[in-house]
C-alpha cells in the first residue's frame, strides 16, 4: 500500500486512516487502522486527498467473495463458506491482502509522480474506478478496478494514473460527487452498449439502487420512456427521479405488470438483477429487442430458453469495463447539471461496518456515502 516518491511532496504524511479488507468474509474482515502508509505517487500517477468515497455492490461481492465460480446463490454480506479465494474477484482472480476498497472517489489532487501534468495538483476530481493497461488500454483482460486490484478510497489518500483522475467543475459538494463513479458509469455503459434512443422504451429492475436510479435518470436524459421496478415502499421515489411507471416486485408477475404500464413491449430490459426472473426479462422485449445485465443480486445462474433468443432476434449484452469515454461523458453530464446526484445517507469512515450493512438491507434509493472529513 506505498508508492514510489515525487519530487516536492515530502510535506505528505507518512500514515493515514483507512479501512483495510484483511480476508473474505463478513463486515468484520474490515479493520480501522491509522497507521497505513500513505502512497506516494509513481510514475505517471496521481496522489489525491480524499474528501468522500461512495459504497457499491463490488466491494461487497469481493469482500464477501461472490464472484467465485463456486458461488451460486444471491449476493449476501456475510460471506460465502464456499467461495475459493483463487477466483474471489470480479477477474476471476485471488484477491491480495491487506486491500483498501473504494471504488467512487472524490477529492482533490495533491501530488503528482514524474511525467503527470504539474498543474493537476489542487484540482478537484472524480476518479474512473478502472486502471487501465497504460499499453493496450483496449484490452478488457488487462484492466483492474479499484478496490480490488488497486488500493481505493476508503482512505485519508489514494494513488491513482493521473488519466483515471478527471477534473470537474461543478457546485456539486464532496459527498455528491462520490456516488457518481461506479454505479453512474456502469448504467451509461448499458445504456451506450444498447444503443437507447430517443422515444424507445426500456424497464430498469432493481431501480432503487444505485445503478437503477442513475438508469432512470440516464434513460430519461436520451429521451426514453422507462418503467421503474423497485420495492413497493420506494415506487414514488422512483417517479420522482423521473421513471414515467413504476411497478412493484413483489406484484405476482412484475415484468408483465410492466409491459402493461409501457403499452408494449420494450425495447431495452436493464437488469442488474438476474435470479429468476431472467426468463421474464426476455419474454418482456420486443422481436430484436436488447437485454443488459450489471449485475444479478438475485443470483447469477439462470434459465435460458434459447428458443426466446434466437425466434425474437434478441441481443444480449454484458456490461463490466467500460472505455475511458463513458466516464468522460459522464463527466460532462454532471459539469453541465444534466443528472443529479441521489444521496440517501452519509457515514464516517469509522461507522464503515453500519454503512455496509445499511447498504446490504437495501432500503435505500441511491448511493450510501463515507465522507472523510
Same mark, same amino acid.
Given at each position: 500500500?506505498?508508492?514510489?516518491? =515525487?519530487?516536492?511532496?515530502?510535506?505528505?504524511?507518512?500514515?493515514?486512516?483507512?479501512?483495510?479488507? @484483511?480476508?473474505?468474509?463478513?463486515? $468484520?474482515?474490515? !479493520?480501522?487502522?491509522?497507521?497505513?502508509?500513505?502512497?506516494?505517487?509513481? %510514475?505517471?500517477?496521481?496522489?489525491?486527498?480524499?474528501?468522500?468515497? +461512495?459504497?457499491?455492490?463490488?466491494?461487497?461481492?469481493?469482500?464477501?467473495?461472490?464472484?467465485?465460480?463456486?458461488?451460486?446463490? %444471491?449476493?449476501?454480506?456475510?460471506?460465502?463458506?464456499? &467461495?475459493?479465494?483463487?477466483?474471489?474477484?470480479?477477474?476471476?482472480? =485471488?484477491?491480495?491482502?491487506?486491500?483498501?476498497?473504494? %471504488?467512487?472517489?472524490?477529492?482533490?489532487?495533491?501530488?503528482?509522480?514524474?511525467?503527470?501534468?504539474? %498543474?493537476?495538483?489542487?484540482?478537484?476530481?472524480?476518479?474512473?474506478?478502472?486502471?487501465?493497461?497504460?499499453?493496450?488500454?483496449?484490452?478488457?483482460?488487462?484492466?483492474?478496478?479499484?478496490?480490488?486490484?488497486?488500493?481505493?478510497?476508503?482512505?485519508?489518500?489514494?494513488?491513482?494514473?493521473?488519466?483515471?483522475?478527471?477534473?470537474?467543475?461543478?457546485? *456539486?459538494?464532496?459527498?455528491?460527487?462520490?456516488?457518481?463513479?461506479?454505479?453512474?458509469?456502469? =448504467?451509461?455503459?448499458?445504456?451506450?452498449?444498447?444503443?437507447?434512443?430517443?422515444?424507445?422504451?426500456? &424497464?430498469?429492475?432493481?431501480?432503487?439502487?444505485?445503478?437503477?436510479?442513475?438508469?432512470?435518470?440516464?434513460?430519461?436524459?436520451?429521451?426514453?420512456?422507462?418503467?421503474?421496478?423497485?420495492?413497493?415502499?420506494?415506487?414514488?421515489?422512483?417517479?420522482?427521479?423521473?421513471?414515467?411507471?413504476?411497478?412493484?416486485?413483489?406484484?405476482?408477475?412484475? *415484468? $408483465? /405488470?410492466?409491459?402493461?404500464?409501457? +403499452?408494449?413491449?420494450?425495447?431495452?430490459?436493464?437488469? @442488474?438483477?438476474?435470479?429468476?426472473?431472467?426468463?421474464?426479462? *426476455?419474454?418482456?422485449?420486443?422481436?430484436?429487442?436488447?437485454?443488459?445485465?450489471? +449485475?444479478?443480486?438475485?443470483?447469477? #445462474?439462470?434459465?435460458?430458453?434459447?428458443?426466446?433468443?434466437?425466434?425474437?432476434?434478441?441481443?444480449?449484452?454484458?456490461?463490466? @469495463?467500460?472505455?475511458?469515454?463513458?466516464?468522460?461523458? *459522464?463527466?460532462?453530464?454532471?459539469? #453541465?447539471? !444534466?443528472?443529479?446526484?441521489?444521496?440517501?445517507?452519509?457515514?464516517? #469512515?469509522?461507522?464503515?461496518?453500519?454503512?455496509?450493512?445499511?447498504?446490504?438491507?437495501?432500503?435505500?434509493? +441511491? /448511493?450510501?456515502?463515507?465522507?472523510?472529513?
Amino acid at each position: 500500500m506505498s508508492g514510489q516518491g =515525487a519530487a516536492g511532496d515530502s510535506w505528505i504524511p507518512g500514515t493515514m486512516r483507512a479501512a483495510v479488507l @484483511v480476508g473474505n468474509g463478513g463486515p $468484520e474482515m474490515i !479493520e480501522l487502522r491509522s497507521d497505513v502508509p500513505v502512497p506516494r505517487p509513481g %510514475a505517471g500517477e496521481a496522489l489525491i486527498e480524499v474528501a468522500a468515497c +461512495g459504497i457499491n455492490n463490488t466491494d461487497i461481492n469481493t469482500r464477501v467473495g461472490w464472484y467465485s465460480r463456486s458461488v451460486t446463490g %444471491a449476493t449476501d454480506g456475510s460471506g460465502f463458506e464456499e &467461495a475459493r479465494p483463487n477466483d474471489s474477484t470480479w477477474g476471476r482472480g =485471488a484477491l491480495a491482502f491487506p486491500r483498501i476498497q473504494g %471504488a467512487d472517489v472524490s477529492g482533490r489532487i495533491v501530488a503528482v509522480g514524474a511525467g503527470a501534468d504539474q %498543474a493537476l495538483v489542487g484540482r478537484r476530481v472524480v476518479v474512473d474506478p478502472w486502471i487501465r493497461d497504460s499499453r493496450h488500454p483496449e484490452r478488457r483482460e488487462l484492466a483492474g478496478y479499484l478496490g480490488s486490484e488497486h488500493d481505493g478510497g476508503f482512505a485519508e489518500y489514494c494513488a491513482v494514473p493521473a488519466i483515471n483522475a478527471h477534473p470537474i467543475d461543478t457546485p *456539486l459538494g464532496d459527498v455528491e460527487l462520490a456516488s457518481f463513479a461506479c454505479s453512474w458509469s456502469t =448504467a451509461e455503459h448499458m445504456l451506450q452498449r444498447v444503443e437507447l434512443e430517443p422515444g424507445q422504451s426500456v &424497464a430498469v429492475t432493481g431501480a432503487s439502487g444505485g445503478v437503477g436510479s442513475a438508469l432512470i435518470q440516464l434513460a430519461k436524459r436520451r429521451g426514453a420512456r422507462v418503467v421503474a421496478i423497485a420495492g413497493r415502499a420506494k415506487l414514488e421515489g422512483l417517479s420522482n427521479l423521473g421513471a414515467d411507471a413504476v411497478v412493484a416486485r413483489d406484484d405476482p408477475a412484475p *415484468l $408483465e /405488470a410492466a409491459v402493461t404500464a409501457n +403499452g408494449g413491449p420494450f425495447d431495452v430490459v436493464a437488469d @442488474v438483477v438476474g435470479g429468476d426472473h431472467f426468463a421474464d426479462c *426476455l419474454d418482456a422485449l420486443r422481436r430484436g429487442g436488447r437485454y443488459a445485465t450489471s +449485475g444479478a443480486i438475485a443470483g447469477p #445462474l439462470v434459465q435460458l430458453d434459447l428458443r426466446t433468443l434466437y425466434l425474437n432476434d434478441l441481443e444480449l449484452y454484458g456490461a463490466t @469495463v467500460f472505455p475511458p469515454q463513458v466516464f468522460a461523458d *459522464l463527466v460532462g453530464y454532471i459539469e #453541465l447539471g !444534466e443528472v443529479q446526484p441521489v444521496v440517501a445517507g452519509v457515514y464516517a #469512515l469509522e461507522d464503515i461496518h453500519a454503512a455496509q450493512a445499511d447498504f446490504e438491507r437495501k432500503e435505500h434509493i +441511491g /448511493a450510501l456515502v463515507i465522507s472523510l472529513h
